[in-house]
Each structure stands twice: as structure tokens, then as C-alpha cells.
């Protein structure tokens, strides 16, 4: 599977952003789709997560309500649309597949490159 990121941006607090991740390679109706980000001087940390087969959403606590996941199953392409943006957001985010919930949330199988989100205060 791989993984092409994109959409990242500098945005001001309360702005949103969109990013979007093509999916390419085997089948992926099984998989489960991801989002992590990693900010400076912080832990690697998982965001949000949607199920192909289904559109099932799961999301970390700090984004909410402010974040969405989304899946174009036609396009293969999976999207973040992240509002109510705050400084804390700043990271550089991953697009990540996985097998089961355990691996998306912690450990995924697939990582694309990431793509730089700066939200200024």
C-alpha cells in the first residue's frame, strides 16, 4: 500500500485545513485509514481513523468535534478536514493504514509521507 499525502499549510488560529491521502497498490477494502501527527518534542500521536468497508470514524479526544474523516471510495482517497484550528495542532501529520484497531491507533502498517500543518496563534 502506498501512501501520498497532501494539503498541508500555514493557517491562523481558528482557519481550517483540508488533507487529503491517496491510496494506492493492493485492495484496500479490509484496511482501516488513518491520520497521526508528531509536533516537536512530542510523542508520535494517533487523530483520527476511518474503516473503508464502512465509513466508520474514530477520533482522539483533543480533536473532537473540530476534526473530520472521510473517505472517497471511488478516488481512494481518504480526507481530514480540521477546523477550529489551534497553535497546538502544529505538526507534521501522517496518512496511515492499518489492519485492525489496535494498529491504527498505535502501531500502523503503512505510513505515507507527512505533511506540515503550522497554525499560527
Known amino acids: 500500500v502506498q501512501l501520498q499525502a497532501s494539503g498541508g499549510g500555514l493557517v491562523q488560529a481558528g482557519g481550517s485545513l483540508r488533507l487529503a491521502c491517496a491510496v494506492s497498490?493492493?485492495?484496500?477494502?479490509?484496511?482501516?485509514m488513518g491520520w497521526f501527527r508528531k509536533a516537536p518534542g512530542k510523542d508520535r500521536e494517533f487523530v483520527a481513523a476511518?474503516?473503508?468497508?464502512?465509513?466508520?470514524?474514530r477520533y482522539a479526544d483533543s480533536v473532537k468535534g473540530r476534526f473530520t474523516i472521510s473517505r472517497d471510495v471511488a478516488k481512494r482517497t481518504v480526507y481530514l478536514q480540521m477546523n477550529s484550528l489551534k497553535p497546538e495542532d502544529t505538526a507534521v501529520y501522517y496518512c496511515?493504514?492499518?489492519?485492525?484497531?489496535?494498529?491504527?491507533?498505535?502501531?500502523?502498517?503503512?505510513w505515507g509521507q507527512g505533511t506540515q500543518v503550522t497554525v499560527s496563534s
Open positions: 476511518t474503516w473503508w468497508i464502512n465509513g466508520r470514524e
Open positions: 497498490g493492493r485492495s484496500i477494502t479490509s484496511l482501516i
Open positions: 496511515t493504514s492499518g489492519a485492525t484497531t489496535a494498529m491504527i491507533t498505535t502501531t500502523p502498517n503503512y
